[in-house]
């Protein structure tokens, strides 16, 4: 299991990505000049401050009213103009670890390549008849990321040296570069384009420190004003570090590191195997492009599973943040949407893959991240809407800010447009759909009544609070389907978000709230809070079915502005939600707005076609989950197998292998499925170590598209 290639990175988006956890490294690969972008997950921008609107409050029945009123534009202008918050902060870049090589002559037999089995990269050549080779990876016990430079002769001549889009100081000497800087205070999202200083460097930013150790040379050490520059070596090892002190003996032998590290990895990694056919020795890009063209590649399937459970373990481990928008690999000071958690879909497909593809280990950040959402929520339901528990909308940050957001640094209203995204309280709420699932998997009644059990009850006060009874139903207003938009009635060109009750609000409250009432019911809890959840599912509005058969996604039948829209949030209670498992009429509502959806264009983007993947697969139908899943590699992969919003956003990586687990097997509502959604493609094969609930595993194999064998313990 490895990417492959026989020529360096031209952009970005072909480096290989290494990473442990919370130190990350994109390795280019140039035999000239080597560029490693680095990455530490807590450097962002912005510092501890309240960002939630404190005159936000008053105006919400206002808009309710608005809304009840058919008023649906005026309703989205006075939130826009008084109800939203200041933009999160933005990830950054840690800067860039340059080696300039003294090379000449022509380079022959190149090779670049990433070994998914034990998580290390190499990069080899000829120059001159002369052989180089250079290995990297990053090690969690070790925390630091590691390169060896290699030659038969010692003839290793090279400057290291770094930069960084942040104010940093370098210091050079014979031993390594001791590196330190300072992030900007505030950096506006990379859509704000108005502002007079979309980056404040100011005083208030974080500083961190690094550092590149040169542990072992056998060759001659100089320090320069440029650099460290290594002269006539035949072996070079080098090890850096940022923000946490590194966790190994300098004097400890490299060979013992590696294999601490590939021990360590393979512990969770070797868990889980797919087998679609023998991996050709054929360059990935190659692979990728025959595939494009027509050909059959069945085993590109089983590199891409295996790829995004390395890209797990590689940005989420004990003791990290979660993984963010791209992962923890980032080189734009103004990131794609921040390179934030996005939690109207994205921050949560990063984990969908966790619990079947045998990955708890992943886990852990997500379920710190969401205590830490919750505890800043609190102030947020508070001030925003005067409600108990805790809120949080669509985005998030280092800060763990939980406002709904819209407003530039310095500006006193929302943008344009910015409604559509940022009045969405049920970002925090969906989050808690991790902690039930994590319990039904593992059953640990420490966990779930430790973890789950009080966070699930500061959501399900909230949403118990943001309900309230209009024409005897309980309704949720001022209500988005996020990030889409239907047309006006009466009006000829506008388009808004705002309603009451979409399909997407009705299924996480009912999902919540079941959560809830079965943790109390397992751990024995006669929770006061239980009466209050079973008078408001009493009276909750129910899902609705319009004339073409459709769930519907707003609380009437609006025409939509977009009707191929990327998101299918209104089909949430099919997937990832159980919700509508055994209900018949909803999940063929729910087949008949998905291929409406997709008649009109939808899933164009990496991560909604990931999402389309998993909900054929819920659906038991193979051939269009096969469909798109090779939809998914074909249009929405760049050549290093990540996936293409576009730009790079790695929940399609992750959401499509979790869509190819469960097109071989379910655990819902209680059912296994064995093989639910096997593809006629797949004609031969198997998968080890797959999760199923209640703590256990499946391995399955089938040959000529029927089930051979399974065994589940």
């Given at each position: 299991?490895?990417?492959?290639?026989?020529?360096?990175?031209?952009?970005w988006?072909?480096?290989?990505?290494?990473?442990?956890g919370?130190?990350?490294?994109m390795?280019?690969g140039?035999?000239?000049?080597?560029?490693?972008?680095l990455n530490?997950?807590?450097?962002?921008s912005?510092?501890?401050?309240?960002?939630?609107?404190?005159?936000?409050?008053?105006?919400?029945?206002?808009?309710?009213r608005?809304?009840?009123?058919?008023k649906?534009?005026?309703?989205?202008?006075?939130i826009?103009?008084?109800m939203?918050?200041?933009?999160?902060?933005?990830y950054?870049?840690?800067?860039?670890?340059?080696?300039?090589?003294?090379?000449?002559?022509?380079?022959?037999?190149?090779?670049?390549?990433?070994?998914?089995?034990?998580?290390?990269?190499?990069?080899?050549?000829?120059?001159?008849g002369?052989?180089?080779?250079?290995e990297?990876?990053?090690?969690?016990?070790?925390?630091?990321?590691?390169?060896?430079?290699?030659?038969?002769?010692?003839?290793i001549?090279?400057?290291?040296?770094?930069?960084?889009?942040?104010?940093y100081k370098?210091?050079?000497?014979?031993?390594?570069?001791?590196?330190?800087?300072?992030?900007?205070?505030h950096?506006?999202?990379?859509y704000?384009?108005?502002?007079?200083?979309?980056?404040?460097?100011?005083?208030?930013?974080m500083?961190?420190?690094?550092?590149?150790?040169?542990?072992?040379?056998?060759?001659?050490?100089?320090?320069?004003k440029?650099?460290?520059?290594?002269?006539?070596?035949?072996?070079v090892?080098?090890?850096?570090?940022?923000?946490?002190?590194?966790?190994?003996d300098?004097?400890?032998?490299?060979?013992?590191?590696?294999?601490?590290?590939i021990?360590?990895?393979?512990?969770?990694?070797?868990?889980?195997?797919?087998?679609?056919?023998?991996?050709?020795?054929?360059?990935?890009?190659?692979?990728?492009?025959?595939l494009?063209d027509?050909?059959k590649?069945?085993?590109?399937?089983?590199?891409y599973?295996?790829?995004?459970?390395?890209l797990?373990?590689?940005?989420?481990?004990?003791?990290?943040?979660?993984?963010n928008?791209?992962?923890?690999?980032?080189w734009?000071?103004?990131?794609?949407?921040?390179?934030?958690?996005?939690?109207?879909?994205?921050?949560?497909?990063?984990?969908?893959?966790?619990?079947?593809c045998n990955?708890?280990?992943?886990?852990?950040?997500?379920?710190?991240?969401?205590?830490?959402?919750?505890?800043?929520?609190?102030?947020t339901?508070?001030?925003?809407?005067?409600?108990?528990?805790?809120?949080?909308?669509?985005?998030?940050?280092?800060?763990?800010n939980?406002?709904?957001?819209?407003?530039?640094?310095?500006?006193?209203?929302?943008?344009?447009?910015?409604?559509?995204?940022?009045?969405?309280?049920?970002?925090?709420?969906?989050?808690?759909?991790?902690?039930?699932k994590?319990?039904?998997y593992?059953?640990?009644?420490?966990?779930?009544?430790?973890t789950?059990?009080?966070?699930?009850?500061?959501?399900?006060?909230?949403?118990?609070?943001?309900?309230y009874?209009?024409?005897?139903?309980y309704?949720?207003?001022?209500?988005?389907?996020?990030?889409n938009?239907?047309?006006?009635?009466?009006?000829?060109?506008?388009?808004?978000s705002?309603?009451?009750?979409?399909?997407?609000?009705?299924?996480?409250?009912?999902?919540?709230f079941?959560?809830?009432?079965?943790t109390?019911?397992?751990?024995?809890?006669?929770?006061?809070?239980l009466?209050?959840?079973?008078?408001?599912?009493s009276?909750?509005?129910?899902?609705?079915?319009?004339s073409?058969?459709?769930?519907?996604?707003?609380?009437?039948?609006?025409?939509?502005?977009?009707?191929?829209?990327?998101?299918?949030?209104?089909?949430?209670?099919?997937?990832?939600?159980?919700?509508?498992?055994?209900d018949?009429?909803?999940?063929?509502?729910?087949?008949?707005?998905?291929?409406l959806r997709?008649?009109?264009?939808g899933?164009?983007?990496?991560?909604?076609c990931?999402?389309?993947?998993?909900?054929?697969?819920?659906?038991?139908?193979?051939?269009?989950?096969?469909?798109?899943?090779?939809?998914?590699?074909?249009?929405?992969?760049?050549?290093?197998?990540?996936?293409a919003h576009?730009?790079?956003?790695?929940?399609g990586?992750?959401?499509?292998?979790?869509?190819?687990a469960?097109?071989?097997v379910?655990?819902?509502?209680g059912k296994?499925?064995?093989?639910?959604?096997l593809?006629?493609?797949?004609?031969?094969?198997?998968?080890?170590?797959?999760?199923?609930?209640?703590?256990k595993?499946v391995?399955?194999?089938?040959?000529?598209?029927?089930?051979e064998?399974?065994?589940?313990?």
């Open positions: 299991m490895k990417l492959f290639y026989t020529e360096p990175a031209g952009k988006e072909e480096t290989l990505p290494i990473g442990n919370s130190l990350g490294a390795i280019w140039n035999e000239k000049r080597e560029c490693l972008g530490e997950e807590s450097l962002w912005g510092y501890r401050h309240d960002k939630n609107n404190h005159g936000a409050f008053p105006y919400l029945e206002q808009c309710r608005l809304v009840e009123q058919e649906y534009e005026q309703a989205e202008e006075l826009r103009t008084h939203l918050g200041e933009y999160n902060e933005s950054l870049p840690l800067g860039n670890l340059y080696m300039d090589f003294d090379h000449e002559g022509d380079v022959t037999d190149y090779s670049r390549d990433l070994n998914l089995d034990q998580s290390v990269s190499h990069v080899s050549y000829r120059v001159n002369v052989s180089y080779n250079r990297y990876f990053a090690s969690y016990p070790a925390k630091a990321f590691f390169i060896k430079l290699d030659c038969e002769k010692k003839a001549n090279t400057l290291i040296s770094f930069e960084s889009q942040v104010p370098a210091e050079y000497g014979k031993e390594g570069i001791a590196i330190s800087g300072t992030c900007p205070e950096v506006d999202p990379s704000v384009d108005y502002t007079p200083n979309p980056i404040v460097q100011g005083e208030k930013g500083e961190f420190h690094g550092g590149l150790q040169l542990l072992s040379c056998d060759g001659e050490a100089v320090c320069e440029e650099g460290l520059r290594i002269l006539h070596a035949s072996t090892i080098l090890a850096f570090y940022a923000v946490k002190e590194p966790a190994f300098r004097l400890s032998a490299y060979d013992e590191i590696k294999e601490q590290h021990r360590d990895y393979k512990s969770i990694y070797d868990k889980a195997e797919l087998y679609l056919g023998e991996q050709p020795e054929i360059p990935t890009n190659v692979r990728l492009q025959r494009r027509g050909e590649d069945n085993a590109i399937y089983a590199l599973f295996q790829y995004g459970r390395y797990l373990i590689s940005s989420s481990r004990e003791g990290s943040l979660p993984a928008l791209q992962g923890i690999w980032s734009q000071l103004r990131a794609p949407w921040s390179c934030n958690w996005t939690t109207n879909i994205n921050a949560q497909m990063n984990y969908w893959l966790a619990q079947s990955l708890k280990e992943c886990l852990k950040p997500y379920f710190e991240f969401v205590k830490r959402i919750c505890e800043e929520g609190k102030k339901a508070k001030v925003h809407y005067q409600c108990r528990g805790f809120v949080h909308h669509h985005n998030a940050d280092y800060w763990c939980t406002n709904p957001v819209g407003m530039a640094h310095g500006e006193a209203e929302g943008e344009p447009e910015s409604v559509t995204w940022s009045m969405w309280p049920m970002g925090g709420a969906w989050l808690t759909n991790e902690l039930f994590h319990y039904e593992n059953p640990d009644r420490q966990f779930l009544k430790e789950a059990y009080p966070i699930l009850k500061e959501a399900a006060l909230f949403l118990i609070d943001w309900l009874l209009y024409e005897d139903k309704v949720t207003c001022p209500s988005t389907s996020p990030e938009k239907y047309k006006v009635p009466g009006s000829k060109d506008g388009a808004v705002v309603a009451m009750s979409t399909a997407m609000d009705l299924a996480i409250i009912r999902e919540v079941g959560n809830f009432q079965k109390c019911d397992i751990l024995g809890l006669d929770d006061e809070v009466p209050e959840i079973t008078e408001r599912l009276k909750l509005t129910p899902f609705k079915i319009g073409k058969g459709q769930l519907l996604e707003w609380h009437k039948e609006f025409e939509e502005s977009e009707p191929g829209h990327r998101h299918v949030s209104h089909l949430y209670g099919l997937f990832p939600s159980e919700l509508f498992e055994g018949e009429a909803l999940t063929e509502a729910c087949k008949t707005s998905l291929l997709l008649a009109n264009g899933g164009y983007t990496g991560w909604s990931a999402w389309i993947i998993n909900l054929f697969a819920a659906l038991e139908d193979s051939e269009h989950a096969y469909e798109y899943l090779k939809t998914l590699l074909t249009r929405s992969t760049y050549e290093n197998l990540w996936c576009p730009p790079f956003q790695i929940d990586n992750f959401g499509g292998t979790a869509g190819i469960n097109m071989l379910q655990d819902r509502n296994v499925k064995i093989l639910p959604a593809p006629a493609e797949f004609e031969d094969g198997y998968v080890k170590g797959l999760r199923i609930k209640n703590g595993t391995d399955i194999k089938w040959s000529n598209g029927k089930l064998d399974y065994t589940i313990y």
